[in-house]
């Protein structure tokens, strides 16, 4: 069960991340993880939505594209930072980036092992299918990192987290 509600500071959390360079446009080049910390979205609006993993049926098809088709309208409403974050490594995520086209208007953050999910009880165990622990399917509006939306799926597909859903909540 999540902990994390509206009005609730997020702690601070580190990601591993792939920055976007043009080089990256090469498919053969694999660029170089940096870290992001939570504490970088200090007095900025973020929309941080979670997929259980890049290149997975729902993740790559129906969550991650309408983020990318709305960018502008999340720009018009003021949000400064627009990240998806998954378990995978950095690499994989930057793979899923570059092959959704994200290049630098969305960030893709590798949360391994979903160990700062964990804390606020937004991970899921997948073991059974052989995936491990992974990140719950959610979505959250921060300003200056305290939430003011959340929408964890209650089930499998994507309808609280999705991006018309955080656009109304905007």
Not at 27 to 38: D, E, F, H, Q
Request: glycine residues 8%; neutral net charge.
């Amino acid at each position: 069960m999540a902990s994390l509600k509206v009005g609730d500071k997020i702690s601070e959390g580190t990601f591993k991340y792939v920055p976007y360079t043009p080089e990256l446009d090469n498919g053969l080049a694999c660029g170089v993880p940096t870290t992001l910390s939570t504490n970088d979205w200090k007095g900025k609006k973020v929309v941080l939505f979670s997929v259980p993993g890049a290149f997975t049926p729902t993740c790559h098809v129906n969550h991650l594209p309408p983020y990318i088709q709305k960018y502008d309208e999340f720009k018009a409403k003021g949000v400064d930072v627009i990240a998806v974050v998954a378990a995978n490594d950095p690499f994989v995520m930057s793979g899923w980036a570059r092959v959704e086209g994200l290049k630098d208007k969305i960030l893709a953050l590798s949360d391994t092992e979903a160990k700062w999910n964990k804390q606020f009880g937004l991970s899921l165990d997948l073991s059974q299918m052989g995936l491990g622990v992974r990140t719950a399917r959610y979505a959250m509006i921060l300003d200056d990192l305290e939430v003011k939306y959340i929408g964890i799926e209650p089930a499998p597909g994507v309808t609280v987290s999705g991006a018309d859903a955080v656009l109304a909540k905007l």
